[in-house]
């Protein structure tokens, strides 16, 4: 079955203490992303990357680390970990195909105290 | 840059009514547009797209959606709604050339469907 997946699917943790998120999928998609999702501000992208060791700055970058070594991974990883960051964050992938849609994982709700 | 408008945070409708969730964009070039859905809980799934030729595309579930290149404007409707359909709604944009090629969202719209 063609799917994102994401881990965990919910983390609490404290200020401070660095996290990360794992996001893998297995369609083979060149293209990958993340969003965070806020009540009132829709869904901003944090950074994306259109193949292996490219990687670039969304809307909403600080406070957040990307890497892609592989192309069915793209981990996403909050160094120092801050309140602000307290939301809903959601891992797409697409292939560079005409238009092709996105993909998108089933969401991380994290709390950081 | 890209963006999108999505000027309704919420849209109530009767059942069995026709329903409009209204979108506006603005991109260099030509868009592709599409609409996703978000049901409570889950990840965004994709409704419908448009690339190119008929201003008028249908998608999953009954919906579509009216490309307007003069007024920037792509909105989704359904002729009949139903209580299922209640849910988020965002449409996106990105360029046909140049830029990210990763979509840019709106803030979405709540969608709620009244029996």
């Known amino acids: 079955e063609a799917q994102v997946t994401q881990n965990p699917r919910y983390l609490i943790t404290v200020t401070g203490k660095k996290l990360t998120v794992t996001c893998s999928q297995n369609m083979n998609h060149e293209y990958m992303s993340w969003y965070r999702q806020d009540p009132g501000l829709g869904l901003r992208q944090i950074y994306y990357s259109m193949n292996v060791e490219v990687t670039d700055k969304g809307d909403v970058p600080e406070g957040y680390k990307v890497s892609r070594k592989e192309k069915r991974n793209f981990p996403l990883i909050l160094e120092s970990p801050s309140p602000n960051q307290t939301s809903l964050y959601f891992c797409?992938?697409?292939?560079?195909?005409?238009?092709?849609?996105?993909?998108f994982g089933p969401g991380t709700r994290l709390t950081v105290t | 840059a890209q963006s999108v408008a999505q000027p309704e945070d919420q849209v109530n409708v009767a059942e069995g009514n026709p329903l409009t969730v209204k979108c506006t964009y603005s991109v260099s070039g030509n868009p592709y547009l599409f609409w996703y859905v978000q049901y409570p809980n889950r990840g965004l799934q994709f409704l419908l797209k448009y690339i190119t030729g008929d201003n008028l595309v249908k998608g999953s579930y009954g919906f579509e959606a009216e490309f307007n290149k003069s007024q920037t404007s792509f909105h989704l409707k359904k002729p009949s709604a139903l209580v299922s359909d209640s849910a988020l709604y965002f449409c996106?944009?990105?360029?046909?050339?140049?830029?990210?090629?990763?979509?840019?969202f709106g803030r979405g719209t709540s969608l709620i469907v009244h029996p």
């Open positions: 996106a944009v990105r360029a046909t050339s140049g830029g990210s090629y990763i979509p840019t």
């Open positions: 797409a992938s697409s292939s560079p195909g005409l238009a092709d849609e996105q993909y």
